[in-house]
């Protein structure tokens, strides 16, 4: 059992077969005992992403509405999510200050922060955050993450 902070580029990768579906699926997985922690605002990015695919012509409407089901089934039933509050934010801040992110993605690391130390705290084991986004995997490399990117598995 392991816990994982993953961003919404990871998090899509259960729902869309693309590179690295079949690690992170079999890694969030029930049957894994892994816990997966992502913010409230990963389901606003995969909405996005979901309907990018459409656009792109590399979902069909029908597949859509079956990914939704799946989505709003497993969302917040098999992820433990941090809420957009004011502590998240102003990190959030200070993450932008520090490093070149765009916004939901400093909130992200916002998120995996402030979980972080909610589960040292608690005596929890190490938080590892996923992302296939270099530039947001290096920001929390240098918040001290160990980090993994889907789209090398």
Known sequence: MAFYYADSS???KR???????????????PSAHNTIITAQISLVELYSALNRCIRERTLTQADYAL?????????NSQYAIVPLSQTVI???RGLLERH?????DAAQLA???YSRSEMKAAGAS???FLSADARLLTAAQAE??????????
């Open 144 to 153: 001290g993450f160990a980090t993994d990117d889907p789209n090398l598995h």
């Open 90 to 92: 102003g990190e959030t």
């Open 111 to 113: 998120s995996a922060i």
């Open 10 to 12: 990871a998090l899509v």
């Open 126 to 128: 190490p938080l590892v």
């Open 67 to 75: 990914v939704m089901i799946d989505l709003d089934l497993i969302f």
């Open 15 to 29: 729902h869309v077969a693309e590179t690295g579906s079949a690690w992170f699926t079999a890694l969030a997985d």
């Open 100 to 104: 070149p992110l765009r916004a939901y």
